[in-house]
Nanobody
C-alpha cells in the first residue's frame, strides 16, 4: 500500500551538487524512519543517511559533512542534498522507508523505491 518514488538524479561534475527527492504515497497510517541507500557499480548496497520521525539524522562516514538528509512529514517526502560530489559517490541511490499500515507497530514494513542514478564525472 506504500510506494516510494525517487527523483533528482543525474550527471554532474566532481564538486557539483544534486538534490534527491523521495515521495511516499499510498494507504498508510504513518511513515517512521526514512533513509537513503546507494549501490556503487560492482559493489554492495550501503547506507548513506537516515532520518527518524522526530528528525534525528545519521550519516555514513563517507558522506558526512557533504550530504544532508531532511524530511517534510506533511508531504511524506525525504530529501538528500548532496554537495561536493566525488566520483566515488557514483551509484544508484535508493529511498527506503519504514511505514505502518495500521496503528500497530507490528504492521511496520520496509519499502524501497526503484532507485535514481547519480553519476559524478572527474
Amino acid at each position: 500500500q506504500v510506494q516510494l518514488v525517487e527523483s533528482g538524479g543525474g550527471l554532474v561534475q566532481a564538486g557539483g551538487s544534486l538534490r534527491l527527492s523521495c515521495v511516499a504515497s499510498g494507504i498508510f497510517f504513518r511513515i517512521n524512519d526514512m533513509a537513503w541507500y546507494r549501490r556503487p557499480p560492482g559493489k554492495q548496497r550501503e547506507l548513506a543517511a537516515t532520518i527518524t520521525s522526530d528528525g534525528s539524522t545519521n550519516y555514513a562516514d563517507s558522506v558526512k559533512g557533504r550530504f544532508t538528509i531532511s524530511r517534510d512529514s506533511g508531504k511524506n517526502t525525504v530529501y538528500l542534498q548532496m554537495n561536493s560530489l566525488k566520483p566515488e559517490d557514483t551509484a544508484v541511490y535508493y529511498c527506503n522507508a519504514r511505514g505502518q499500515t495500521t496503528t500497530r507497530k507490528l504492521s511496520e514494513n520496509t519499502y524501497w523505491g526503484q532507485g535514481t542514478q547519480v553519476t559524478v564525472s572527474s
